[in-house]
């Protein structure tokens, strides 16, 4: 094929998880003519749900805390299905062995049940400085991340906006802001409280996802990062969404078709078509070629320019700051069919449907955290557990539950391998498990045990890292996924990143998908 | 009854560099100091006869050249001797050298990997940038960030306009950099372990950090930084032990008309309307002057020596969440000959220098997972010097003085105090170490010294025994050391100053805090300063 044949399509979208799919709505709902190819039978990426055992369903991601506003808005999510009303938002547990839970209500803890009253006053007060803490680094998050080369306007009012929030904190709130902004996490919750599941929560979503340990200086970041996202208008809100992610994801696709968007589905990019510099359009494994006015990818960037495009097109230096991008998961995934709900110590009926946190204390998961720098699994990992079955019971048979729960920390590259290790992760799982719901081991039907090497494989997510790449200081903003490509563009002419790996990251936030697509319009992003 | 002008509390180096630029300037100075001798943490005691030892700190780099020359150092017999390299062992019985020459060292690199040899051109011109850019921050007062004062604004203005100057990329570089994990930093370019932990051991010492902790990438500066007789990066002895550095500086202060007591130490600092007035011993004595600069860490002088009904309550807390928790210990150990490196070809010039036992990252994490969790490590990162190799004024001819910097040591054991049986165990420990690489080391030694954390606190006054006053974290760096609000050197309570290491830039025997708050202290009188040279970038 030549350049002069006829370009069918105005633009291509690779991968149809939530970024792609959001993408493409975006660029539809302009009148652009956009293919989403995804590889695999189902769009969705990790949201999709599957059964993993016969009559239950479960979907990787089993958690949505942060999809934006803006997107919910744009694409008109609501209508096309997409349900965020409070009946479904839940609080989070944290669990403990021996004593009682401690239950945060409402949105990420506006109430706090089972601490006692000084307890529940400090907390009050962290909890608002995380809040507004959170809020000055919103704007940064859901814009394109300001570029070092000289700063448009639009880049320049998003750093004027955090100024601008930042003066009106007061002076004495924003030194604190400036001085707390790269803490870790555990020196942070021990200015400011006593109770250790409390603390041990809040380091555990602040790791979570992460090569970070609660101990780890920027640490902290992490759980800003969880408390910019909102739903339904709630900062810090989270729901365990009915029909699985996978409900979500079907919105998110609706919501593409209804604007025009064709999605094709088994079909794997094997290359972009790179020509006098300029990417052209995508072929298939197939052989087959596909045309188009740009190709935006949301696949990781190390497959996007390492495979797809190939180093020759790409200059050594950008070549290495893509190869150096940190990408190793650290957080494996479990999926069990259970014959009944278990029953979790202490953990009173109505909050069975909460999100169950296992993290007993910071240094419970900076103990968790240590073996993973040196590629060993938690022998007692942390946890974060859903029953998605109790909010959609058609999840599970009659009677029957599923558990979800994300497991920290499991190293990516394990130095036993995961052929050796699975089974013994899956056992230390399970026996901590057993410790906090009594009984549950004997009423395990089927399990699936997802390790960061089975997550890459499944969900083609290099490293099983779901954020495409580290969240951590130096990845993030304009570094994020590497310079040069910071801003949803590449060095290629015609070729844009619109996945995870882009700033501000991933989670099913649906901004990269966004910002790339108006970055590809050529408007404000 | 007198009243001086400033007085000095602690002779560390930066209380004696703080008071010889003042005196300088005319004051009338009096420097107090708790112990018999002078010197701090940068002392030289002889403990057995014959012997000296640079008991606390032992190697000198980071002193700033334009204090050794404002002060006429050399001439009140400030003599620093560079030394060539070090050498990493490692478990399979061989070594890694260090050269200063970089095509030598390059070539040493390659007898382990071509690939890194070759990245090593591109990592030394990379950290010599970032080197460049903060350098001149040392010798700096950090701006206020939330201040509308034009000196905060015109040096927020300088600050932006280099970051701006270095260009796009370079910027994008340079903030990564910053937050980087030294381990993350040195996998971009080097793929051999004992390479990796070679470099790596920059980044850690002295600090509450393992090298995979991010922000360990910038404490590397610190270490390489440093500059001898215009030699940028290299590392000397000071002749005669590091008290070489403090005697020199207590002549130099002495020949300028100040004074120093000994044995006199400070049980508070008194205030008067707010203002300080002086200082009361601890037999009771009063000494009253118009300034108090305390060189003591900041916990120690607005905890212990200021009662805390004279600050607000902000500046409290934030004091009180100052972390400062110690890290390392210090053996100091005298010895009848020379220990044998059996791994070392003969006359080998690395014994001269730095000699290291970890040979992998993974160790040296290992070690600081022992101290996270409340013990010393098992397995411990040292830095081993012989200064005598070159300075023979420190031992008896053909004896040798060696010092054991090690981490990691913890301020308490499981979160109790330490006993002398931990203290024992804890140098049992580290010497079965020296062992596997010295053979027959154990007999050659003719006394010790072990310094915890404990001992730290107890003579040098450090709280919990950390050597910088203070982690070099972000949340303490800048604008954020020691506290938000009260970076400048100044504290609450007029005419009461802080000068040490709990101050920008921070720890290391370097001068630059003494010398900043000298500078501003000077700006607060209206004073002249023109016998204070200006900061000169040398890389």
Request: glycine letters at 10%; charged letters at 25%; proline letters at 6%.
């Amino acid at each position: 094929m030549t350049s002069s044949d006829e370009t069918r399509w105005d633009a291509v979208v690779i991968g149809g998880g939530h970024n792609g799919l959001v993408c493409a709505a975006f660029l539809g709902r302009v009148g652009r003519k956009v293919l989403v190819l995804e590889a695999e039978e189902q769009i969705g990426g990790a949201g999709r749900t599957h059964e993993f055992a016969p009559g239950f369903r479960v979907s990787m991601a089993h958690l949505l805390n942060r999809l934006h506003p803006e997107v919910v808005k744009a694409l008109e999510l609501e209508k096309h299905g997409l349900d965020l009303s409070p009946a479904h938002q839940v609080p989070t547990v944290a669990l403990s062995s021996e004593g009682k839970p401690l239950i945060l209500t409402g949105a990420y803890g506006e109430g706090l049940e089972g601490a006692d009253a000084s307890e529940k006053q400090a907390w009050a007060e962290v909890r608002a400085q995380l809040f507004r803490y959170a809020d000055i680094l919103k704007p940064l998050l859901a814009r394109r991340p300001p570029s070092l080369d000289g700063m448009d306007l639009a880049a320049s009012s998003a750093w004027a906006m955090t100024g601008l929030s930042l003066k009106r904190l007061g002076r004495e709130d924003m030194r604190d802001f400036l001085r707390v902004l790269l803490m870790n996490v555990a020196d942070f919750c021990d200015e400011g409280l006593q109770d250790d599941r409390l603390k041990g929560l809040l380091a555990f979503d602040a790791v979570l996802g992460s090569h970070l340990g609660p101990r780890s200086p920027t640490s902290l970041l992490g759980l800003y990062y969880r408390l910019a996202g909102e739903l339904g208008g709630a900062p810090g809100a989270q729901l365990v969404p009915a029909g699985g992610t996978g409900a979500v994801m079907a919105a998110v696709r609706k919501a593409a078709e209804a604007a025009g968007v064709t999605i094709r589905t088994s079909a794997v990019a094997a290359k972009v078509f790179v020509e006098k510099g300029r990417a052209t359009g995508v072929m298939l494994d197939s052989g087959e070629d596909i045309r188009a006015g740009k190709v935006i990818s949301a696949l990781n960037p190390a497959t996007t320019f390492l495979e797809l495009v190939g180093p020759q097109h790409l200059d050594t230096g950008f070549v290495r700051r893509v190869s150096n991008i940190r990408m190793k998961g650290d957080a494996a995934k479990l999926h069990l069919a259970l014959e009944r709900i278990p029953a979790f110590n202490g953990l009173p009926q109505q909050y069975r449907n909460a999100r169950l946190v296992i993290a007993s204390s910071t240094d419970y998961v900076e103990r968790a955290f240590n073996p993973a720098k040196h590629g060993e699994f938690s022998p007692e990992p942390a946890m974060e557990i859903t029953l998605p079955s109790i909010g959609d019971p058609s999840l599970a048979p009659t009677g029957a539950s599923v558990l979800s729960a994300t497991i920290q920390y499991a190293p990516y590259l394990l130095k036993e391998g995961w052929v050796a290790g699975k089974p013994k992760l899956l056992e230390a799982v399970l026996s901590v498990l057993e410790r906090h719901a009594p009984g549950i081991r004997k009423t395990i039907l089927h399990s699936e045990l997802l390790t960061p090497a089975d997550i890459e494989a499944r969900y083609r997510m290099p490293g099983g890292h779901w954020h495409h790449g580290e969240l951590q200081a130096d990845q993030m903003l304009m570094s994020r996924p590497v310079f040069g490509a910071e801003g949803y563009h590449t060095p290629l002419p015609g070729l844009f990143l619109a996945g995870s790996g882009s700033h501000p990251g991933g989670g099913i936030f649906g901004v990269p998908g966004m910002n790339a697509a108006r970055r590809v319009l050529g408007g404000r992003a | 009854m007198k009243t001086w002008d400033a007085i000095v509390v602690g002779a560390g180096h930066n209380g004696l560099v703080n008071a010889c630029y003042l005196q300088r300037a005319g004051l009338d100075v009096l420097v107090v100091e708790k112990n018999k001798w002078i010197g701090g943490a940068a002392v030289s005691r002889s403990l057995t006869p014959g012997f000296l030892y640079s008991n606390c700190s032992y190697v000198c780099s980071l002193f700033r050249p334009e204090i050794m020359r404002d002060l006429d150092l050399p001439r009140f017999g400030l003599q620093v001797i560079s030394y060539e390299g070090g050498a990493v062992f490692t478990r399979d019985g061989d070594y890694l050298a260090n050269y200063r020459d970089h095509h030598a060292h390059r070539r040493e690199f390659a007898r382990f990997s071509k690939k890194d040899a070759e990245a090593y051109d591109r990592y030394a011109r990379d950290v010599t940038r970032q080197c460049r850019f903060i350098q001149p921050l040392l010798m700096r007062t950090a701006p206020d960030p939330t201040s509308l004062k034009p000196r905060d604004i015109g040096e927020l203005v300088y600050l932006a306009r280099k970051f701006a100057g270095l260009g796009a990329r370079e910027m994008a570089d340079t903030m990564r950099f910053w937050t980087m994990s030294i381990s993350d930093f040195l996998d971009e370019y080097f793929e051999t372990d004992v390479i990796k932990a070679n470099l790596s051991l920059s980044g850690i010492i002295g600090t509450a950090l393992g090298p995979m902790s991010p922000g360990t990438a910038y404490v590397l500066l610190h270490h390489y930084m440093g500059e001898v007789d215009g030699s940028v990066g290299a590392w000397g002895y000071a002749r005669g032990g590091m008290g070489a550095v403090t005697q020199a500086l207590a002549d130099s202060f002495r020949a300028s008309g100040g004074t120093i007591r000994t044995q006199a130490e400070v049980e508070e600092i008194l205030v008067k309307k707010g203002q300080a007035a002086g200082v009361v011993l601890s037999d009771g004595e009063e000494i009253h002057g118009r300034m108090v600069i305390s060189n003591a860490d900041v916990k120690r002088t607005f905890l212990k020596l200021v009662d805390e009904r004279e600050l607000p309550e902000i500046f409290l807390r934030r004091v009180r969440n100052f972390r400062m928790r110690g890290s390392s210990g210090k053996l100091n150990i005298a010895l009848d000959s020379m220990p044998e490196f059996p791994a070392l070809p003969p006359d080998s010039p690395c014994v001269r220098a730095d000699l290291h036992f970890t040979d992998t990252v993974e160790r040296m994490e290992r070690a600081y997972d022992d101290w996270k969790a409340g013990r010393w490590s098992a397995d411990p990162f040292l830095d081993v010097v012989i200064p005598t190799t070159l300075d023979p004024t420190m031992a008896p001819p053909g004896k040798h003085f060696m010092s054991v910097f090690v981490q990691y040591c913890p301020p308490k054991v499981e979160g109790r105090e330490w006993t002398d049986a931990d203290r024992d165990a804890f140098a049992e420990t580290v010497i079965s170490q020296i062992v596997d690489y010295s053979p027959g080391f154990r007999d050659r030694i003719v006394h010790m010294e072990v310094r915890t954390p404990r001992e730290l606190e107890a003579e040098v006054g450090l709280t919990e025994g950390n050597i910088f006053q203070g982690e070099l974290t972000f949340d303490q760096l800048l604008f954020n050391r020691p506290v938000p609000g009260y970076a400048q050197y100044r504290s609450p309570i007029g005419g009461l100053y802080i000068c040490g290491s709990s101050t920008h830039p921070g720890g290391g025997v370097m001068g630059a805090p003494g010398r900043n708050a000298a500078l501003e202290i000077l700006r607060d009188l209206k004073r002249g300063t023109s016998h204070m040279s200006p900061a000169h970038d040398v890389i």
